[in-house]
């Protein structure tokens, strides 16, 4: 199952104060792995674990979804759930 899509995507603060869009559970796990700004702890490592559970097609894309955006808040890098205007 390739259907990792976010049905909303999540908008986090990116590198120099920019912000970042991202749709899938491919793009939430690249950034865990390569730009994660804070310690990693248990709710990123549980995020990281929802992102490849739904790209091995285990759980929808939904939970890494949410998992995502609670270690985001976690280390105040979260900015948004909703669509863009």
């Excluded at 920019?18 to 939430?28: D, I, K, M, N, S």
């Excluded at 979804?65 to 948004?80: D, G």
Aim: aromatic fraction near 6%.
């Amino acid at each position: 199952m390739e259907n990792n899509r976010f049905e909303t995507p999540v908008t986090v603060k990116g590198a120099a104060g920019t912000t970042q869009l991202l749709r899938t559970a491919r793009e939430a796990s690249d950034y865990l792995l390569n730009n994660w700004p804070g310690k990693r702890s248990p709710k990123h490592r549980e995020a990281l674990q929802a992102c490849h559970d739904a790209l091995a097609g285990d759980k929808p894309a939904m939970i890494a979804r949410r998992a995502f955006i609670a270690a985001a808040r976690e280390v105040n890098v979260f900015v948004s759930d909703k669509a863009p205007a």
